[in-house]
């Protein structure tokens, strides 16, 4: 089933087409098998960017999202917590404070920092031992190829950026 598309503008497949491809519609969730992000969300490209594939789902279903301006401006929030979902009935539009308000009403303020986030590639025996080595005159870039890790991610952990916890 092809859904009417909002977006032009492409050479060769339309933007609707690639959309549902990247869609296995089932009994419930509609989820998303194509690109994620850091944060476990499906990401679709258009227009020249990556744009949040339930996001796209919500334009082509209900129209443009309002804007607003706050700081985060209008979201997309997921009635069924699953972040790869882009079935249009599981979506709703609200702001930072109403997505807030549904997570802690759902009782998900589950704390992920450091190795409870499953996406981590280090522990925090690990941290603590890359500041030692940064202490220890070891640059970012060779403590990085250590722990597997980019050198810019080790900046941001010797700077209190990132694992800012310990």
């Known amino acids: 089933m092809t859904e009417p598309t909002r977006f032009s503008g492409y050479v060769g497949m339309k933007p609707d087409d690639r959309f549902w491809a990247k869609v296995n519609k ?7 098998i ?3 992000n850091d944060r476990g969300y499906g990401v679709f490209w258009l227009d020249g960017k990556d744009r ?4 796209i789902s919500w ?11 706050t700081y985060h401006g209008t979201m997309v929030c997921h009635s069924c917590d699953n972040r790869k979902c882009v ?19 759902k ?16 522990t925090e025996k690990d941290v603590v031992q890359i500041k030692s080595l940064h202490k220890s005159g070891i640059s970012y870039v060779e403590i990085g190829r250590l722990f597997s890790v980019a050198g810019g991610h080790i900046s941001q952990i010797v700077r209190g950026k990132k694992w800012s916890h310990l």
Request: hydrophobic residues 30%; contains cysteine.
């Open 87 to 105: 079935n249009p009935a599981h979506l709703f539009l609200g702001d930072a404070q109403s997505n807030m308000d549904d997570m802690m009403a």
């Open 34 to 36: 194509g690109q994620l």
């Open 26 to 32: 089932t009994k419930n969730c509609w989820e998303w």
């Open 52 to 55: 949040g594939a339930h996001r």
């Open 59 to 69: 334009v082509m279903h209900n129209g443009e999202i309002p804007s607003n301006n």
């Open 107 to 122: 009782d998900r303020n589950y704390d992920t920092s450091g190795s409870r986030n499953g996406n981590s590639k280090l």
